[in-house]
């Protein structure tokens, strides 16, 4: 009964942070929150709240839920990239694909769902670098992980001239290092065989006993008519054994 409360319990707080992605999602279709016709923001140069926000919310993606969020803005016709304030870019009648920089060293054959994701292509690296850092494994394991921090392609001004401070890049070392132990812990948990998970509640003890032998063991054998095999929940198979008169 234990062991039964402690698995609903771990699939409780499993679906618990599903539905704070959603949430997360939603949330992120809305951003940014302080674009306005007079605002000095961009994408280029994101509000700390804004990128502070989006950071937060990102951090537990999986690829696939980033990608969801990005089809969400597309709905509301916005730009892909969370901090960007502009529209995406809305291509007129002709095929599939379209032709990127004709004549340049960087020409590309791109899908015209594609490029319709974003307002420019500089919107769509700056979202393909928050992609890249995002983990595969699922949120709930990488829940207790308070280290895990999303960089930006376009960090805000004032984000990097904290970064130029002695007691940030420490700071930021010293986050690598937690990030790395935390992966070898798991690591290692993984090759003794260890639950990755340890949940709040307490352990289930199990004791192993050995069944009591009441007789002693006997080979099989047969039933006097050696005919048991033809048995079925009760019922005798019987054959016509007597020649068929002509």
């Not at 709240?49 to 839920?65: I, K």
């Not at 892909?80 to 960087?106: F, S, T």
Request: hydrophobic share 30%; with cysteine; aromatic share 6%.
């Amino acid at each position: 009964r234990e062991a039964a409360i402690q698995q609903a319990r771990i699939i409780q707080q499993q679906r618990a942070l599903e539905d704070e992605i959603q949430d997360s999602i939603i949330a992120l279709s809305k951003l940014p929150l302080a674009a306005s016709p007079s605002s000095t923001y961009t994408s280029s140069n994101p509000s700390p709240s804004d990128a502070d926000a989006f950071r937060q919310h990102v951090r537990l993606f999986q690829p696939g839920d980033y990608e969801d969020m990005i089809e969400e803005r597309n709905t509301l016709n916005k730009c892909g990239y969370a901090l960007c304030p502009r529209p995406r870019v809305r291509l007129g009648h002709g095929g599939e694909y379209k032709l990127v920089n004709w004549g340049k060293g960087d020409f590309g054959i791109v899908p015209r769902k594609e490029l319709e994701r974003w307002c420019s292509r500089e919107c769509a690296r700056r979202a393909m670098y928050v992609k890249v850092q995002l983990g595969e494994t699922a949120a709930w394991e990488r829940a207790g992980i308070a280290s895990i921090r999303i960089d930006l392609l376009d960090e805000p001004k004032q984000v990097k001239e904290e970064e130029h401070d002695a007691t940030r890049r420490l700071e930021r070392e010293l986050e690598s290092v937690e990030r790395k132990a935390a992966q070898d812990a798991k690591d290692l948990a993984l090759e003794r065989g260890d639950s990755v998970d340890k949940p709040t509640t307490r352990k289930v003890k199990l004791t192993i006993r050995e069944k009591s032998v009441k007789m002693a063991a006997q080979e099989p054998s047969l039933d006097a008519d050696g005919e048991s095999h033809l048995v079925l929940d009760g019922y005798k198979t019987k054959f016509n054994r007597e020649p068929e008169q002509k």
